[in-house]
């Protein structure tokens, strides 16, 4: 972005070399990549950050500027004119979330010619090439405002004027004399019969402003800066405008750019002002506060920073501050669409005091405290779970007795004084609250319950009491087996790398199906599907099932994560199919796969089967097996080797059929 001095210069006084405001600049944040001298002026150019629209014209980097030199910018506003109704042509929108607001002005009776040598040297030493008068006063406010305009010969406009897409295959031509072909990516201003500009990036040659021209129809607009992006990467175009339009223009400085080059083209080109048409909506900015307190900002930065510089600093930049003790409220300018945190306020605040100023010290380190141990356990296992799906319960730690003692047997620990007979007693097991819980949700008509609470059982022993935590799990509805509570306790051991578990079959009181859960040899739990009878107690309908887990232990044996890098080469299947007799453990075929895995880097069960073909003692499965290397794409002959050692290590096994 370049600029010129004597530009800003028409705006504010700047009373230092153009050296010395290269290093202000600069240090504030405004990168000059570089500056010279042109005739009497000074040409900096700039570097202009994605998130600084307002950079982009001469008022932003005024400001800017105005900040760095602790002075106060007074901008002055063009009274908007919004009268006569321009009426011989209607304005048409396609679509409002390309084009919010259109806003037209005809001036009649214009003189086109060459400008006067203040406006050719403002609009030549920003980079933008000297047109006529009508032109560079469109880009005189464009670099001034910050928001493009474009000025159209009006006579050559026939009927209304319409903001569409352009239809596949139409062609423009530019100003720039090439022929394009658009798509409907391209947003288009069209009359009635031909395109007349590429919105946002370029007019067209059919009603370019030449020496004939006598009406201009002057346009200023907001465009979606998404779709001006797309359309002029469509064409391999990137101007001005675009520039600009790409990084949002805001509405109010837009008005006022239409209405001082209106203001221009009456004084310099000799035109009288015939009319005034919007479509569309105005934008409504919303006002922005941030609050944040002045402990917190010392905090950040690592200073004291000068209480009396807050409110100055960003005045300076065109905020409203209030100050109440510590507390300080900012209200953040329309223009500075960047300003939304408290950091970007400490960022303002420091780079305008100056970086410089704000000592280096080495940061303080607080004392190394190591975490609850416990605490970021239950943390992590509650993340899990609810990435799976699950949502957390909180149940009543005090319970009823009596309803207790039908699910679980084993003493409690009773109140002696309970306010309600329902709660008489600390917990010993977690399914009571889940069971009232589900069936809570049931009555309400919910579908599709899979909860899980993470809570602490109370148990009576001999030498005393002693508080336990557990994890338990509860599903209910007809979408859910026992496989897919299965599945979500594999799922948490691979959260907490267990590798070392073992599920085995026994029999639980309200519950069939059971299996004991134990780790390390050691029984932590259990999982299982709730009896009929159980379900009948609580009138429940649907299935459920239930999993309670000890964390104490599962902490114990819980490991640090390793992780591996994936690999950047494709993974090939293979399908084997099985039979298995009823009396054979699953686990054996799982410690045949694993006993060779030099490439295999998963496997599933895609079907189960029972019936014809297959013993009536035996059940069928198909696995799926993946094979996949660090180093290379496999050959299709590596992976049967492998596949095929599978395969006949699994048909040795007594109680295996391959099928």
Request: proline fraction near 3%; charged fraction near 25%.
């Amino acid at each position: 972005m370049r600029f010129s001095l004597n530009f800003i210069k028409e705006i504010l006084e700047v009373p230092i070399p153009a050296s010395d405001l290269v290093s202000l600049l600069s240090l504030s944040g405004m990168e000059v990549e570089h500056f010279e001298k042109v005739e009497e002026d000074w040409v900096f150019d700039i570097e202009v950050t994605s998130n600084r629209y307002d950079w982009l014209s001469m008022l932003g980097i005024a400001r800017e500027m105005a900040a760095c030199l602790n002075k106060t910018l007074t901008i002055t506003y063009p009274a908007l004119c919004k009268k006569p109704v321009y009426n011989d042509k209607r304005i048409h929108i396609e679509n409002s979330k390309d084009c919010l607001f259109y806003v037209g002005r005809l001036i009649r009776g214009v003189q086109v010619e060459k400008s006067p040598a203040w406006l050719a040297e403002r609009v030549t030493h920003c980079g933008v090439s000297a047109i006529n008068n009508v032109v560079d006063i469109t880009n005189y406010c464009m670099l001034k405002w910050g928001n493009p305009l474009h000025a159209f010969d009006a006579d050559k406009i026939e009927g209304d004027i319409f903001i569409r897409r352009a239809k596949k295959e139409e062609t423009f031509v530019g100003i720039d004399e090439k022929e394009r072909t658009l798509g409907e990516e391209n947003l288009v201003i069209a009359d009635a019969k031909k395109i007349i500009a590429l919105a946002g990036v370029m007019g067209a040659k059919n009603t370019e402003v030449g020496p004939t021209t006598k009406n201009i129809f002057l346009e200023a607009a907001i465009f979606s800066p998404l779709t001006i992006r797309h359309s002029r990467r469509a064409v391999g175009l990137d101007t001005e405008s675009s520039y600009r339009f790409e990084r949002q223009v805001f509405s109010d400085y837009m008005e006022y750019a239409s209405m001082e080059a209106q203001c221009h083209i009456e004084k310099y080109c000799h035109g009288m002002f015939a009319g005034y048409q919007e479509a569309g909506k105005k934008p409504v900015v919303a006002a922005k506060k941030i609050t944040f307190q002045y402990q917190h900002l010392n905090n950040y930065l690592g200073t004291i920073f000068p209480r009396q510089k807050i409110k100055t600093i960003l005045s300076h930049l065109g905020c409203v501050v209030k100050q109440s003790g510590g507390r300080i409220t900012v209200l953040v300018p329309k223009f500075r669409f960047d300003l939304k945190r408290e950091v970007d306020v400490y960022e303002e605040l420091s780079r305008i005091y100056g970086y410089d100023k704000i000592a280096a010290q080495i940061p303080f380190l607080p004392p190394v405290v190591k975490k609850d141990e416990p605490y970021e356990f239950k943390k992590q296992l509650k993340a899990k779970l609810s990435s799976l799906g699950l949502k957390e319960i909180i149940t009543y730690s005090v319970e009823s007795q009596e309803e207790s003692e039908v699910l679980v047997n084993g003493p409690m620990i009773t109140i002696l004084n309970p306010l309600r007979q329902q709660e008489n007693a600390l917990r010993i097991s977690l399914l009571l609250g889940m069971l009232k819980a589900i069936t809570y949700n049931v009555n309400r008509s919910r579908e599709g319950i899979r909860f899980f609470e993470i809570a602490d059982v109370y148990m009576k022993e001999k030498s005393g009491f002693r508080e336990k935590p557990f994890v338990s799990i509860g599903l209910a509805g007809p979408a859910y087996d026992f496989f897919y509570l299965k599945g979500i306790v594999a799922e948490m051991m691979k959260c907490l790398d267990i590798a070392t578990y073992e599920l085995k079959e026994e029999s639980t009181p309200h519950f069939t199906n059971a299996l004991s859960f134990f780790v390390g040899g050691v029984a932590a739990g259990f999982l299982g599907k709730l009896d009929a009878q159980t379900k009948k107690k609580f009138d429940i309908q649907q299935n459920v099932l239930f999993a309670q887990l000890d964390l104490n232990i599962l902490r114990q044996h819980a490991s640090l994560k390793a992780y591996t890098h994936f690999s950047a080469y494709p993974a090939i299947w293979r399908d084997i199919s099985i039979a298995l007799r009823k009396d054979k453990a699953f686990k054996d075929v799982e410690a045949i796969i694993r006993a060779d895995n030099r490439l295999v880097c998963g496997w599933r069960v895609v079907d189960i089967y029972k019936g014809k073909d297959v013993a009536l003692d035996h059940t069928a499965f198909t696995l799926r097996m993946f094979y996949q290397s660090q180093e290379k794409t496999l050959t299709s002959q590596e992976v049967d080797t492998v596949h095929n050692a599978i395969r006949e290590n699994l048909r040795l096994q007594d109680g295996i059929v391959l099928r």
